[in-house]
Nanobody, 121 residues
Framework: QVQLVESGGGLVQAGGSLRLSCAAS????????MGWYRQAPGKQRELVAG???????NYADSVKGRFTISRDNAKSTVYLQMNSLKPEDTAVYYC???????????????WGQGTQVTVSS
């Protein structure tokens, strides 16, 4: 089993920044891709950004140029630096991991408990 623990959410004004962290523990050798999903009230959960063990990244179009995902394999931790935040970024952000390189919803093997990000206008 793998446990994912997120930290770093909170309340920020539009235009501000936040950094999310997600630390993995347990059978971390199982993990390849790690990343972040988010779910706003009344909306489906969507992939925000993902990164493979080799460092290949992908982003949702809505966050390209504003969010940066990074990973420290030695610490089994993934980060999401969020800049130029907008009210529409408000959501619960979930850390996710998969045993392969893709972080599609059907391939996610482990989820974190979620952390709230609220961006005020």
């Amino acid at each position: 089993q793998v446990q994912l623990v997120e930290s770093g959410g909170g309340l920020v004004q539009a235009g501000g920044s936040l950094r999310l962290s997600c630390a993995a523990s347990g059978s971390i050798f199982r993990i390849n891709a790690m990343g972040w999903y988010r779910q706003a009230p009344g909306k489906q959960r969507e992939l925000v950004a993902g990164i493979t063990r080799a460092g290949i990244t992908n982003y949702a179009d809505s966050v390209k140029g504003r969010f940066t995902i990074s990973r420290d394999n030695a610490k089994s931790t993934v980060y999401l630096q969020m800049n130029s935040l907008k009210p529409e970024d408000t959501a619960v952000y979930y850390c996710a991991s998969a045993t392969g390189p893709l972080l599609r919803p059907t391939l996610v093997a482990y989820w974190g408990q979620g952390t709230q990000v609220t961006v005020s206008s």
